[in-house]
């Protein structure tokens, strides 16, 4: 495990180069602080990547992708542009799924038993979202996002060999 330290330091080290430095539409990120790493998993649960906040307030107005190498793979922001604070997301998020989501998986699915939240991804790493397995005599997998949650759907190709 990387010291969270140096995985912020190489995300404030990609926010400053170019051409993000002076980018209009990265000045929001530019001022923001940055926030805690929150470890990415694999749908498998292995190490795959950090996702770090860029906070102003409560609100993440962007992020950055730091591999296991602790290359800087993406940096990206929230919304439409530096002003477009409706679509910034809490910076809680990144922490732990919203209570309020949690509330109503489990009053939905009240006969299953649920496990702890990982934050993951679906299929692909830019789907990174909160996954939560759901088992009785059958098991589903959720998907906790910014802007709600979802059952994973099977395709039928999954069910080929």
Do not use: H
């Not at 209009?24 to 470890?39: D, H, N």
């Not at 906040?53 to 940096?75: D, H, M, Q, Y």
């Amino acid at each position: 495990m990387r010291d969270l330290r140096t995985i912020a330091k190489a995300a404030e080290e990609a926010r400053r180069a170019e051409p993000m430095a002076k980018d209009p539409s990265f000045a929001a990120l530019r001022k923001a602080r940055i926030g805690t790493p929150a470890l990415v998993k694999t749908p498998e649960e292995e190490d795959a990547y950090w996702i770090v906040p860029f906070i102003v307030g409560k609100k993440a107005c962007g992020f950055a992708f730091v591999e296991t190498t602790l290359n800087v793979s993406r940096l990206g922001t929230f919304g439409a542009g530096p002003r477009d604070q409706a679509s910034w997301i809490d910076a809680s998020f990144f922490e732990r799924p919203p209570p309020e989501i949690l509330s109503d998986i489990k009053s939905r699915y009240s006969d299953m038993r649920m496990s702890a939240p990982i934050f993951s991804y679906d299929k692909t790493p830019s789907k990174w979202a909160w996954m939560i397995k759901l088992r009785d005599k059958r098991e589903l997998t959720i998907f906790v996002t910014p802007a709600g949650w979802y059952e994973q759907t099977a395709k039928k190709e999954d069910f080929e060999g």
